[in-house]
């Protein structure tokens, strides 16, 4: 028997966030909290934000790539939202006192020209949808200590997500190969990983498709003018101040975020 309830998690993990305080994982006293149920707390805490006033302005997937899936010892991919809140201008710091412990994390992110709805949708049909590709970063920000949970603890805690960041220059998405798309990440000039798009599901396509797919069996799609951000394609780097991360693409140009 627990006493958790879809209302306790997400007023939980709200209060983590606003306090900017992590806290232990759920499934330790919900251990049968499902995934099922997680996507409903993750979509309660979205409605939350948006009677706030925040607006819904797209999809994120999470552990997309080996890199990421080793790091947090879970290997599905999960999707999660993104609201205009967690948007960062270029060239904007990441203020460490609006954050409980933000890692930041490159990636290649989508703006869609269509709707584009699952179930049967394959990488060629999602590129067909998407308008432009992006450089970006997210900032990802667990609610719970050390980083550490399990898939439905991730799932409801909105898969980390915190902040982010789109590079303003844009390619159309046949304009390049995107598996082959490199990126190098660099602490203060240091390159510390290297990656290419391939990390991600084999091809960031992959994972678009695979966020509509997973999207339909809730009944929603991916909507026309909605970023998708795909995934880290490294492990993150934690987020200090004075520390500047910056994410070099072969094609897709370059993007900085400093810690302030
Ligand atoms: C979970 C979120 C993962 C990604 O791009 O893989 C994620 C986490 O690592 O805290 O955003
Ligand atoms: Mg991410």
Redesign the pocket.
Known sequence: MTDWTITRATTELLDRETARRDGGRITDEWPELDLRTAYEIQDALLREKTAAGEKLVGV??????RA?QER?GISSPLTAWLTDAMSLSVGEPVKLDELIHPRV?P?IAFVMRERLAGPGATAATALASVGSVHAAF?V?D?RFSG?SFALPD?VADN??AARFVVAPGSLRPEALDLALEACLLEVDGEIVATATGAAVQGHPAEALALAANALSERGLAIEAGWIVLT??LTD?VFVERGRTITARFGNLGTLSVTGA
């Open positions: 994120k997937l999470g552990l997309t790539s990421k947090m994390e990636e997210e990802i667990s980083f991730v898969a980390s995934g880290g993150a």
